[in-house]
């Protein structure tokens, strides 16, 4: 259930992207969902091997260098995606994983997962 509400919640920040910044097209809600089910799909088959393969970059750059591999995984559900989905260049990639990473770690941390209050 948990993997549904963070494909919906990627899709509306896609849009959200789309409507803000020139670079980054999607072209419907179907299409921004679509491009969310296969950067999920990206995360958990092909993000793992990336990480694998660049952990000591990871660990020298004290973990900043998985904002580079999640612009990596941004770009491939473009080239996946063709004309429905398009991101200009790998500084926007780079500058939406970012945020998405930000916004997702307050939205999992304050709606989805709350504190339990004793």
Avoid at 2 to 30: C, P, R, T
């Amino acid at each position: 259930m948990k993997w549904i509400i963070g494909i919906l919640i990627n899709a509306l920040l896609f849009i959200a992207f789309a409507g803000y910044f020139e670079g980054f097209q999607v072209s419907s809600f179907g299409a921004a969902v679509g491009a969310s089910i296969v950067l999920y799909f990206i995360n958990m088959l092909v993000r793992p091997l990336l990480v694998i393969l660049t952990l000591p970059v990871t660990i020298l750059s004290l973990g900043l260098f998985l904002f580079v591999i999640n612009a990596c995984t941004l770009l491939i559900t473009d080239a996946i995606m063709g004309s429905k989905f398009d991101i200009s260049g790998f500084g926007l990639a780079l500058l939406i994983a970012i945020i998405m990473s930000i916004v997702n770690l307050i939205i999992h941390k304050t709606v989805i997962e709350p504190k339990k209050r004793k």
